[in-house]
């Protein structure tokens, strides 16, 4: 069985959540690259969501490559289908 990727906006459950903006704020827009913040808060993200009552260390990494020309277009079709040309066009579900 094959899933294709698609875009997923997550619903606002009934208890609440934080949207985008509000997440943006709570990082006090840093002045930092959005990579940088990328990998500090998915780091962070893994130290959160370790089990506490494990010895075991958290194993964090992140696998980076460049996309050469010869793929670019496979992945630019692959990550563009179905996504969103602007904020409006997200559907939220609010209750």
Avoid: C, K
């Avoid at 089990?51 to 992945?75: C, E, F, K, N």
């Amino acid at each position: 069985m094959t899933t294709e990727p698609r875009w997923f906006s997550q619903p606002y459950p009934p208890e609440g959540a934080s949207a985008a903006e509000g997440i943006r704020n709570q990082l006090g827009r840093p002045e930092l690259d959005l990579l940088t913040i990328l990998v500090r808060e998915s780091a962070q993200n893994s130290w959160d969501a370790r089990l506490q009552q494990s010895s075991t260390p958290v194993d964090y990494r992140i696998d980076m490559w460049t996309v050469s020309p010869a793929h670019a277009g496979a992945w630019r079709g692959l990550l563009l289908a179905g996504a969103p040309n602007s904020a409006e066009d997200f559907r939220f579900a609010r209750p």
